[in-house]
């Protein structure tokens, strides 16, 4: 069976013999010339016409009123906390399973996760798990959201849309309200994803993305904040540029800032990166249907596929396999066989710095711990 796997893939791909990575950057359309535009410029720090471009694109792309354009997805997690309210010492709900991105930047913010099981189907934070954690654990007390078990404030909550399928956000959302805890949607996976008419990371308060090499769409590194609330979107600009008070000549400050601005070099790359947006969408999206009708014969493995009434970028496509055994059976002989595969992220409560953390019943991340797999996505162009 895994012989014909390999070999399907690698049709797919029309790579019959050399290694086949997982994800693969494409740059066919004005990358080069935009970022050549950018160093006759002069302009290749973080202030420049691209930058300013970038975010009205971003802005564009995804539906928000405001995007603001930062040096990583990473940051973009921490300056959001900042923007929500979190202070050292509260904690931030967020899903066990997720790249480690998620949990470490609740970490920048001295704040400490607290795990919430995911849905089996969508492999994000499941809303019915989270309002029976909240129903048992917490209380609002003066407009706030108190753990009664540590005492804590519960400052906010990052769910995160796995491999680009849509978690259920706007159940997330509104058991957030009732529990007043602002969301941050963690949409570093999911640029071109939707819930309905709805993109991905313009449901919660905020939204962050990522475009590491790896994501969708890519400038190297760089990453973005969006959301509809301007008085958040102005913050997150001042905060992100050392929290310099606007000013010709002078340099003051109104804040600990961060030097977290993407340079105008890098928004070059990420404006032309942006405008093959729908094209990498549309190729990937094709991608998924043919692994869908491949994989739909074959028995122990399924491939996942989006939930009814969301749109899903398949950033990567997955598999599950039946127990853990297959799995490392079918990641052995892929990569054995120059095909890269990978299995999902370690649980976050399972790593060492995150073990003591609170946590819900973990149940479907158990599940989904040790028999998920991604396979070769890129946008075949
Ligand atoms: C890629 C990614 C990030 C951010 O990554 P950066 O490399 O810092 O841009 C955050 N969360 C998730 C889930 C990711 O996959």
């Known amino acids: 069976m895994y012989k014909e796997i390999v070999r399907f893939i690698r049709e797919a791909h029309k790579t019959p013999e050399a290694f086949l990575p997982l994800h693969e950057p494409r740059f066919v359309g004005n990358e080069r010339k935009y970022v050549m535009d950018a160093i006759d410029s002069t302009f290749v720090s973080s202030v420049g016409a691209y930058v300013d471009r970038f975010e009205e694109m971003m802005a564009k792309a995804v539906g928000a009123k405001y995007a603001v ?19 050292p010492g509260d904690e931030v709900i967020t899903q066990p399973l997720t790249f480690i991105a998620t949990a470490n930047a609740i970490s920048y913010q001295g704040a400490i996760p607290h795990f919430v099981d995911v849905e089996e189907d969508s492999m994000g934070l499941s809303p019915s798990a989270l309002r029976k954690r909240l129903e048992l654990i ?44 602002p969301v941050i949607e963690d949409a570093a996976e999911s640029l071109g994803s939707y819930s309905g008419e709805k993109h991905t990371g313009t449901i919660g308060l905020l939204g962050t993305f990522s475009f590491n090499g790896n994501k969708t769409v890519t400038c190297g590194g760089g990453g973005a904040i969006v959301t509809n609330d301007e008085a958040l979107a102005k913050r997150a600009k001042h905060l992100t540029t050392q929290a310099k008070i606007p000013h010709r000549w002078e340099y003051a400050h109104d804040a600990i800032g961060f030097n977290y601005r993407m340079p105008n070099l890098n928004a070059a790359m990420a404006c032309a990166q942006l405008e093959m947006l729908d094209q990498f969408v ?19 493995v399924t491939c996942i596929s989006e939930r009814p009434g969301t749109t899903s970028n398949y950033w990567l496509n997955a598999l599950r396999f039946t127990n853990k055994k297959e799995r490392d059976e079918f990641l052995l002989y892929t990569n054995d066989h120059g095909v890269m595969t990978r299995p999902i992220w370690k649980l976050m409560n399972d790593l060492e710095m995150f073990k003591d953390c609170p946590k819900g019943e973990l149940v479907n991340a158990r599940k989904l711990d040790n028999t998920i797999v991604n396979i070769p996505s890129s946008v075949r162009i």
């Open 69 to 87: 354009a930062l040096v990583n997805g990473t940051n973009a997690l921490h300056i959001c906390q900042i923007l929500a309210g979190v202070k």
């Open 138 to 181: 917490a209380k609002v007390e003066d407009g706030k959201c108190i753990n009664k078990m540590t005492g804590r404030r519960i400052a906010a909550c990052i769910p995160m849309h796995t491999f680009g399928l849509v978690a259920r956000i706007e159940e997330i959302v509104e058991v957030c309200n009732e529990f007043h805890i």
């Open 282 to 300: 549309e190729n990937k999206r094709t991608l998924a249907k043919e692994y869908q009708a491949f994989f739909k014969d074959l028995n122990k």
